[in-house]
């Protein structure tokens, strides 16, 4: 397994899905999954992608800036991420920084145990 | 074991000891630690040490904004920290955004296996 094959791999599946269906990222996260976003702890990919599907906007593009990625131990690989978040409608830009932790299930992919998202506010 | 309040203490502890004595970080590294820096990996505590050591600024002060955290798996824990960096001399302070691994030491501490540290620009 190539850490930096796996990570490009989930950041171009992940922000496609984001920004195309967000109700697709549910096969993305399991029952132990977790996601802190905004400081807000969510469990669980029902919640979470209950979160995600009622962020108070319809259309969104993610723009990625940087991917950096390092094996976690135990067949995990964390990824780090940083880039914008462009909203229909909006004038500028949001600026983002969100780090996953994969884990490899049986079937041979990765799905996310731990997801932290955070805006970074100029 | 509250991660949140390991995480306090170990952010706490490490842009302290970052900011009065960077020499002082090589016993929260281990062999097998990684640090990616602005892109470029390095590993082991030695070699990561001598990066931090080598940065090309004698003081600088770490403010820290926002830290996350969320057990891991398999007793370790994950930090995400976002915050200013104020170097001696310089009119305006840079953002960053950092990620840590901690994982358990023998001896009751944590020690850090994963490092990854962004500057956000604007």
């Given at each position: 397994m190539d850490p930096d094959a796996v990570?490009?791999?989930?950041?171009?599946h992940y922000y496609s899905t984001f920004d195309a269906n967000r109700a697709g990222l549910g096969n993305l996260y399991q029952e132990g999954s977790m996601l802190t976003f905004e400081g807000?702890?969510?469990?669980?990919?029902?919640?979470?992608?209950?979160?995600?599907a009622s962020?108070?906007?319809q259309q969104c593009k993610h723009n990625i800036t940087?991917?950096?990625?390092q094996p976690?131990?135990?067949g995990g690989v964390l990824v780090f991420v940083s880039g914008t978040l462009?909203?229909?409608g909006e004038q500028h830009a949001l600026k983002f920084s969100q780090m996953f932790h994969l884990m490899p299930t049986p079937q041979g992919?990765?799905?996310?145990?731990?997801?932290?998202?955070?805006?970074?506010y100029a």
């Open positions: 990570a490009k791999a989930f950041v171009d807000q702890k969510i469990q669980g990919s029902q919640s979470i992608v209950a979160k995600l962020l108070p906007f940087t991917v950096d990625c976690s131990g135990a462009q909203l229909a992919s990765f799905y996310v145990l731990n997801d932290i998202f955070r805006l970074n």
